[in-house]
């Protein structure tokens, strides 16, 4: 059965066992890597990098952790791993001169919206005071999401928006 109604006076169940309100701090750090999830699935729609599944997967093991599953979730190796990634990517880019717009192609957009909604998990969880690896993991994911909105830019010769502080309409 999909409901319990375990959870129907505001309160939920970390996966320790602990009931806690459903504004602590862990249930909105973990709410919103789920959320981050999701729009990671919407990337994918978008985009074939076979590195999002991974990506996603990895979420999955963050929710656990934040939810004060027992266990090792996310590692120094993963956080290495978006490193790579962002290395290999970069290499290929033009050198940045400027900030860049959030703007472009759908998937140009897409990857920006997952790097927001990435930063805001971050944010959340140091409110939480959660685990520096996780941190870490976090801040290299929302890192990711720009190299490869760079990337995917690059990719289909489209040209990346500079921020212009002086723009009248």
């Known amino acids: 059965m ?10 939920t169940s970390l996966a320790n066992g602990e009931r806690v309100p459903k504004t602590d701090l862990r249930i909105e750090a973990y709410g919103t890597v789920d959320e981050l999830n999701s729009w990671f699935g919407v990337l994918r729609v978008a985009v074939n990098e076979p590195q999002l599944e991974w990506i996603q997967n990895k979420l999955f093991n963050l929710g656990a ?5 027992p266990g090792e979730w996310i590692t120094d190796a993963d956080v290495q ?3 790579h990634w962002i290395d290999a990517m970069q290499a290929k880019l033009p050198k940045m001169k400027a900030f860049l717009l959030p703007a472009g192609s759908e998937a140009v957009c897409r990857c920006h919206l997952c790097r927001t909604v990435c930063r805001r998990a971050e944010r ?3 409110r939480s005071q ?5 941190l ?8 990711y999401c720009f190299v490869l909105a760079r990337f995917i830019a690059y990719q289909q010769n489209e040209q990346e928006t500079a921020w212009n502080k002086d723009v009248f309409v």
């Open 2 to 11: 999909i409901y319990t109604k375990t959870g129907d006076k505001g309160t």
């Open 65 to 69: 952790a934040l939810s004060e599953a």
């Open 81 to 83: 791993q978006l490193e």
């Open 124 to 126: 959340q969880m140091i």
């Open 130 to 134: 959660a685990d520096e690896v996780y």
């Open 136 to 143: 870490r993991f976090m801040n290299r994911l929302s890192d």
